[in-house]
């Protein structure tokens, strides 16, 4: 079924659903009158983009600050900003390269022949981005799209709701609505967003929302994208210097205040390491957050409701034994400023929702193991994580690991920074999702290809019509059939 046949069961309840809905025609229209723009045409859309990015730069930081209690503005343009900046640069040098077709073998028996596959654009994007990284998560699928010659339709999370309306205003002063446009709002909007019969969906965010996004995608026989999250682990060996660790792990943690899908979810320690490791972590957290409430490099959990939600995980393994160790330099007030503290868990077990949840705030649970075989063990027990994170500099035993885990990246010596390397592609397996962009593979994902073939005016099938006994039809019998 063409994006000119598709139909929704979706009935509009409010002129914004309308609103919705007419957009999407009108972008498909759009599409129908040029389907193939050029390579010119296409970096010249990228170009646009990043103009509007970098002039809207600080209102996007101030309006991502303002949704959150505390955003820290440099976590914002470095991690968000910056990495959509790389990103436009590297899709804008290779996607001629990409867009030119693919010679294919031919087959003796169908020769004489040619035939290749045409990457052609898929027609219009819905992009689903959540609260977390805002900017990153809707712009980062709109480069792959507009790259691979879509229009899109972008949904922010009501949770966004001043970064949306910032956004909306930068994009329509680079595009019109037709080629790309923003959606804002929640609750009715972003389930009736999901129903809508776009080309392909790209949604980032939980695994529980991500299942509903899928189900509403599958009555249109939309494909997805999903790049959801889940419990991604650390592995230490044993030779790992407690301070290198350290380090890593706190950047790794702490950025966003945990509140990343890649973050280190858990920590599996070499039986006696644990204290040396909480050492190092305190002195290297408070050298990089001396105090916590006033500062505004330490970013807040985005709302009560998140807040909350992290804080019963706490609440629960304390109850059930678990040893809570925060560091709170000034032993400060946060609970009203929606921060929590940089926090390490010891004596936790599989069955605290600690070690059930995706935490996503800035609490890391530790575990001590002895045989590492354990540790695969417990990883493949359990849904495939987005990220598996192995520190250890001996690259067979790293090896080991890799080959029998699963997981969406593997990291060795670093975490996070996997996220916005240009070259690789992102995504999770299983529970943590299906599907990938970024890379090569973000053109790729968001492109049709198509399959082509030509003859020639020889038309050699004729050799072998009925009857089949020719000696023609013999030969391929003693040579090809056996």
Request: hydrophobic share 40%; proline share 6%.
């Amino acid at each position: 079924m063409n994006s000119q046949t598709k139909t929704t069961q979706m009935t509009p309840h409010s002129p914004d659903i309308q609103h919705m809905q007419d957009l999407l025609e009108h972008q498909r229209l759009a599409y129908q009158r040029h389907q193939v723009p050029l390579a010119k045409e296409r970096i010249d859309r990228l170009s646009r983009l990043r103009r509007v990015l970098v002039k809207y730069q600080d209102q996007f930081a101030d309006a991502i600050n303002h949704d959150y209690y505390n955003r820290s503005i440099g976590e914002t343009k470095i991690g968000e900003l910056l990495t959509c900046l790389e990103h436009i640069k590297y899709y804008s040098k290779h996607l001629s390269q990409w867009m030119k077709p693919s010679k294919r073998h031919v087959a003796m028996i169908h020769q004489p022949a040619k035939a290749w596959v045409q990457y052609q654009p898929m027609g219009v994007i819905g992009i689903i981005a959540p609260w977390n990284y805002p900017l990153l998560l809707s712009i980062g699928p709109l480069i792959c799209a507009l790259a691979a010659g879509n229009h899109a339709m972008i949904k922010i999370s009501s949770a966004s709701s001043n970064f949306g309306q910032i956004l909306e205003r930068a994009l329509a002063e680079a595009f019109p609505q037709d080629l790309v446009a923003v959606v804002n709002g929640g609750g009715p909007i972003s389930d009736a967003f999901s129903h809508l019969p776009f080309d392909k969906i790209i949604f980032t965010g939980s695994t529980a929302v991500g299942k509903t996004v899928m189900a509403a995608a599958a009555e249109n026989l939309v494909p997805v994208i999903l790049e959801l999250g889940g419990k991604s682990p650390v592995v230490v060996h044993p030779s790992m210097n407690m301070k290198d660790l350290a380090q890593r792990i706190a950047v790794g943690k702490l950025w966003n205040a945990g509140q990343t899908c890649v973050a280190p979810d858990y920590m599996f320690l070499p039986k006696g390491k644990t204290e040396e490791f909480i050492a190092e972590f305190r002195t290297i957290a408070t050298t990089m957050y001396p105090h916590l409430r006033d500062n505004q490099d330490y970013t807040s959990i985005v709302n009560d409701k998140q807040y909350r939600r992290v804080q019963s995980y706490l609440d629960d393994a304390r109850e059930q034994g678990a040893q809570i160790v925060e560091i709170n330099p000034k032993n400060e007030l946060l609970e009203d400023v929606y921060k929590i503290a940089p926090t390490l868990v010891t004596g936790v077990t599989s069955f605290m929702q600690i070690m059930q949840n995706e935490i996503f705030g800035p609490v890391l649970p530790i575990m001590e193991y002895d045989q590492i075989d354990e540790v695969i063990e417990f990883i493949n027990q359990r849904p495939r994580p987005l990220a598996l994170y192995y520190f250890d500099y001996d690259s067979a035993r790293a090896d080991y690991i890799a080959q029998r885990t699963h997981s969406g990246h593997f990291g060795m010596n670093t975490v996070l920074t996997h996220v916005a390397q240009d070259d690789l592609p992102f995504g999770g397996i299983g529970a943590s999702g299906m599907g990938k962009y970024h890379g090569p593979e973000g053109f790729f994902s968001l492109s049709h290809e198509r399959s082509m073939m030509s003859n020639s005016k020889l038309y050699s099938l004729k050799f072998i019509l009925p009857p089949f006994n020719k000696p023609l039809y013999k030969l391929i019998s003693k040579t090809l059939l056996r």
